[in-house]
Antibody, heavy 113, light 110 residues
Framework: EVQLVESGGGLVQPGRSLKLSCAAS????????MAWVRQAPTKGLEWVAY????????YYRDSVKGRFTISRDNTKSTLYLQMDSLRSEDTATYYC??????WGQGVMVTVSS | QFVLTQPNSVSTNLGGTVKLSCKRS????????VNWYQQHEGRSPTTLIS?????PDGVPDRFSGSIDRSSNSALLTIINVQTEDEADYFC?????????FGGGTKLTVL
């Protein structure tokens, strides 16, 4: 079955770190660029980061540059998002996504003291 | 980079036809592919249209995507609107590796 399964979310204090994972299955993961997209409660979709198929190219939205790191392990068909120096405004459901593959269920990240 | 503008909300009658717009602020709408996503309340988004007008397997042919160069907009057309089409719809395009999302349109079926 073609699917993306996110994990690693939770409640974290401001300034702390969290690492999200996205396990891919049912398609040739190493052939696909991947992205993280988030959605704050009652808000729209917001792109966070992008990584090329081979992992050599990465892009970030300005508000997470220097704090978040996107990476991938093509041998494990897994995408990651290392989130450091978390802020309350990072509170959202995080989705991993790529073109042509159904979205996963997402993972909730809550940044609060 | 450009902005994609969508109307906040649109209402349409059951069985009718509706066109949802996604207007690009600068640059040519045809320069980068546009994707459309549907999101029901409390659910993950699903891809309705990719690369301007391609429907993924399983998406009903009531949904179609197009580009209107005269208004520099992408359009999502839904014909024979059903109650289950009541949802949020987001357009998305690209700019130098960056994803750009529209703010989303809430579709209400009357």
């Amino acid at each position: 079955e073609v699917q993306l399964v996110e994990s690693g979310g939770g409640l974290v204090q401001p300034g702390r770190s969290l690492k999200l994972s996205c396990a891919a299955s049912g398609f040739p993961f190493s052939d696909y660029y991947m992205a993280w997209v988030r959605q704050a409660p009652t808000k729209g979709l917001e792109w966070v980061a992008y990584i090329s198929a081979g992992g050599g190219g990465t892009y970030y939205r300005d508000s997470v540059k220097g704090r978040f790191t996107i990476s991938r392990d093509n041998t494990k068909s897994t995408l990651y998002l290392q989130m450091d120096s978390l802020r309350s405004e990072d509170t959202a459901t995080y989705y991993c996504t790529t073109i042509g593959i159904p979205w996963g269920q997402g993972v909730m990240v809550t940044v609060s003291s | 980079q450009f902005v994609l503008t969508q109307p906040n909300s649109v209402s349409t009658n059951l069985g009718g036809t509706v066109k949802l717009s996604c207007k690009r602020s600068t640059g040519n709408i045809g320069s980068n592919y546009v994707n459309w996503y549907q999101q029901h309340e409390g659910r993950s988004p699903t891809t309705l249209i990719s690369r301007d007008d391609k429907r993924p397997d399983g998406v009903p042919d009531r949904f179609s995507g197009s580009i209107d160069r005269s208004s520099n907009s992408a359009l999502l057309t839904i014909i024979n609107v059903q109650t289950e089409d009541e949802a949020d719809y987001f357009c998305q395009s690209y700019s130098s590796g960056i994803y750009i999302f529209g703010g989303g349109t809430k579709l209400t079926v009357l």
